[in-house]
T-cell receptor
């Protein structure tokens, strides 16, 4: 089945630095990638939607200059958290339509800790 | 704005018992999803419900969809400890592969 590989699975960074998270579709073409953030004990909140070759669409309240999304190819979408702060510490998950039966495939998630 | 509400948010069950998790949503949608999440892990797809009256079953879990009532249920039969997890329902916003709006999640704990 469709697989989205997400890396890294865990990252600890210092406050003020940037972190890049990658999501690759391994056996299908992901023209769209959804990026979610999940704080502990909470639900998934959509941050942005990226489409290959065009600018990402950000949800209300999400800073597009802080969370940079690039979707330059049909198999790779990246999220860069710039100038990270402790409040950015969260679980980030990407998801793409899997192309079968209206399903979605989720990456394995990235646990970001900013110290 | 599409809203998705689950209840209960916390569910403590004894092994062998039955229970139902409810998912209500606020606007018309024909696609509803159920996911399982284990601690520290990403989402595992359980069911995709695509039409009114859809019913799907896998093992001890059965999901149904009533689009007229804007309600989906996830029924647990004879719960076992391995079912302990957080369960989310999610609704698609209308376009063919639109963004998903998630419910708050139901934390299920199954006790011996």
């Amino acid at each position: 089945g469709a697989v989205v590989s997400q890396h890294p699975s865990r990252v600890i960074c210092k406050s003020g630095t940037s972190v890049k998270i990658e999501c690759r579709s391994l056996d299908f073409q992901a023209t769209t990638m959804f990026w979610y953030r999940q704080f502990p004990k909470q639900s998934l909140m959509l941050m942005a939607t990226s489409n290959e070759g065009s600018k990402a669409t950000y949800e209300q309240g999400v800073e597009k200059d802080k969370f940079l999304i690039n979707h330059a190819s049909l198999t790779l979408s990246t999220l860069t958290v710039t100038s990270a702060h402790p409040e950015d510490s969260s679980f980030y998950i990407c998801s793409a339509p899997s192309g079968t039966n209206y399903g979605y495939t989720f990456g394995s998630g990235t646990r970001l800790t900013v110290v | 704005e599409l809203k998705v509400e689950q209840n209960p948010l916390f569910l403590s069950m004894q092994e062998g018992k039955n229970y139902t998790i409810y998912c209500n949503y606020s606007t018309t949608s024909d696609r509803l999803y159920w996911y399982r999440q284990d601690p520290g892990k990403s989402l595992e797809s359980l069911f995709v419900l695509l039409s009114n009256g859809a019913v799907k079953q896998e093992g001890r879990l059965m999901a149904s969809l009533d689009t007229k009532a804007r309600l989906s249920t996830l029924h647990i039969t004879a719960a076992v400890h391995d079912l302990s997890a957080t369960y989310f329902c999610a609704v698609s916003g209308g376009t063919s592969y639109g963004k998903l709006t998630f419910g708050q999640g139901t934390i299920l704990t199954v006790h011996p």
